[in-house]
């Protein structure tokens, strides 16, 4: 195979330098979450394979370490360029692969290419420093050290489902511009477009070896490429319960843990309603709510919270539903699984007393967009991520018990604090056990040179652009004695 894929939409995986198909013939078929129309084939790789691209990655990162920095930042410019140019293929790729909608699908390209370019910048500034002796007590000027950043050696980069493109590239492109090989991992399903995201690094003359893809069943060869000896670094994006897992079978490799959240927005009784409706609408639907960083529950009094029942209700019965194709903003769950698990979580939260205002309905996989008011802290709802289309709101007495029920919560991604009083956002903030908190906004990832992190069960590590960079690199330590 010198291609993507051949003319039965068969794609291989990229192994030194070569579009190849598993030798075994075992393929896995992708269908659309939208209406289930066929997609592609991905390979289905065993484990010797996986050996042979491992033993590929070290040979092509020895070559690949010593290309200048500005070559490198130039072959990521040219593959943010390849990236526009195919923005409408892949978007369409990414509607039916994973039913995200069209404006999503061809934001998600757009912004990878924009992430791209600026990792190449980033790179490009990343200097070495000069250490005096003299500065320590007992020290001399007479001792110096030269400082750089060097590539820890064969990155794994295992992106998720819900963002193919973006979240793979946020793994990739620091990696390389670190002087790391990588191999991607990409979800099954979203398997495709990420290979397309490959397919324009490749063309933009990346070298053979320093980026290479395998596909596979998790159950063959997740365990066992995780666990490999020749593996230097582990970036992960998913769930907490297989973040958890990779972290207790990975031994001393060093990790970078994207995982869950149950982000809170905090409504303050002076907060600007209709501008916090308007945000918390957008950070809980979009996509579905198929998102680590959509709100996940509103906490707030009872005070404002009948108005901003009444607010949250008028605009979501505006939010469209249905096939990506037509411009929904609510589309069809990635798959029957996940929509099973919305519904046991609204009907158990109606089943303890929890008021639905609208929603409750499903089509197949498609959920429709739910709102759960007076939701309490013994709800599923309450605690748990749902990754669809399901927003609760628990009614607290003051912000002190806000912040409380926030906290008890066992990630701690991000928050919200709508509030006019800055004094008092800022001492909320300060309360909240999170990675972020966003002032007068929804929760959302970037931008992207921003540092995104999670704390407790939300992840392990700092990303964004920089951060990334330097996570995937160490230090080295070059000491000059001068003698007399």
């Not at 500034?125 to 000027?141: Q, T």
Request: glycine letters at 8%; charged letters at 20%.
């Amino acid at each position: 195979m010198t291609g993507l894929c051949n003319e039965n939409l068969i794609y291989g995986n990229l192994i030194n330098g070569q579009w190849t198909e598993s030798a075994s013939g075992d393929v896995i078929t992708i269908t659309s979450p939208a209406d289930g129309s066929f997609v592609g084939k991905i390979q289905a790789i065993n484990k010797e394979e996986v050996n042979d691209i491992i033993r590929c990655s070290k040979a092509g990162q020895s070559l690949w370490s010593v290309v200048p920095i500005y070559e490198k930042a130039a072959l990521l410019y040219k593959a943010a360029a390849l990236l526009e140019e195919r923005t409408e293929e892949i978007s369409d790729i990414l509607m039916m692969e994973i039913a995200k909608d069209k404006k999503s699908s061809v934001s998600e390209v757009k912004r990878t290419a924009d992430f791209l370019r600026f990792t190449a910048d980033a790179g490009k500034s990343l200097e070495g420093i000069a250490v005096s002796g003299e500065n320590f007590p007992g020290g001399s000027r007479n001792k110096m050290s030269y400082v750089k950043r060097i590539p820890l050696g064969t990155v794994l980069a295992i992106s998720p489902f819900n963002y193919p493109i973006n979240l793979s590239a946020s793994k990739i492109a620091p990696a390389l511009i670190g002087g790391n090989a990588v191999i991607l991992k990409p979800a099954t399903q979203g398997a495709v477009s990420a290979l397309h995201l490959v397919k324009a690094l490749q063309d933009a003359g990346l070298p053979a070896g320093a980026l290479q893809t395998v596909t596979g069943r998790g159950s063959e060869i997740g365990d066992y490429i995780v666990t490999h000896e020749g593996i230097d670094f582990i970036n992960f994006t998913g769930s907490t319960e297989v973040g958890r897992h990779i972290s207790q079978i990975s031994c001393m490799t060093p990790l970078l843990l994207e995982l869950g959240g149950k982000d809170a927005a905090l409504v303050l009784e002076d907060a600007d309603l209709e501008y916090a409706a308007d945000n918390i609408v957008e950070g809980a639907f979009s996509y579905s709510g198929q998102r680590c960083t959509a709100v996940k529950r509103i906490i707030t009094t009872d005070k404002v919270a009948d108005q901003l029942v009444t607010m949250l209700k008028s605009r979501i019965e505006k939010l469209t539903v249905g096939d990506p194709r037509n411009f929904a903003v609510i589309t069809p769950l990635i798959d029957q699984k996940a929509a099973d698990f919305a519904v046991f979580l609204t009907q158990d939260a109606i089943a303890k007393g929890a008021e639905l205002i609208i929603g409750s309905k499903r089509e197949g996989n498609l959920v429709y967009p739910t709102l759960l008011d007076k939701v309490t802290v013994d709800m599923e709802i309450a605690w748990k991520e749902p990754f669809s289309p399901i927003l609760p709101i628990i009614r607290v007495n003051n912000m002190e018990e806000a912040v409380e029920i926030a906290n008890r919560s066992e990630y701690g991604l991000q928050s919200s604090v709508f509030t006019k009083d800055i004094n008092q956002a800022f001492r909320i903030a300060e309360k909240l056990e999170v990675g972020t908190v966003q002032i007068n906004n929804k929760t959302e990832r970037g931008p992207d040179h921003f540092p995104f992190l999670g704390v407790k069960a939300s992840g392990m590590g700092t990303q964004g652009v920089r951060y990334s960079i330097e996570a995937m690199t160490r230090p080295k330590a070059v000491t000059i004695n001068i003698t007399e």
